[in-house]
């Protein structure tokens, strides 16, 4: 859905997509555990508000989870790039 919906590319063979779905998964189950680590050693650790630190936690976590998810589906905005380039080129 991610690949499809958000990046907006094609999905491949049933192989690649096997393969992308098992990245996202585990990149998924990574930043789980990071945000549960985080959570409990920043908490105890850090003379912070608890409402703090999760906002540092899930701008942490959605930076990750969004770049992750666009290199396992090797996402490019060609859109964007070309833009870039005619107003360099003008």
């Known amino acids: 859905m991610t690949k499809l919906y958000v990046f907006k590319t094609k999905i ?3 192989k690649k997509m096997l393969k992308e779905g098992a990245y996202f998964i585990a990149s998924r189950l990574f930043s789980l555990l990071f945000d549960d680590i985080f959570m409990i050693v ?4 850090l003379p912070l508000n608890n ?3 999760k906002i540092i936690d899930q701008l942490v976590v959605g930076l990750f989870n ?3 998810s666009k290199w396992i589906f090797n996402y490019n905005n060609r859109n ?3 833009k870039i380039k005619n107003l360099r080129s003008k």
């Open 12 to 14: 491949g063979t049933y």
């Open 42 to 45: 920043a908490v105890l650790v």
């Open 51 to 53: 409402i703090v630190i």
């Open 66 to 68: 969004y770049f992750s």
């Open 80 to 82: 964007i790039l070309e």
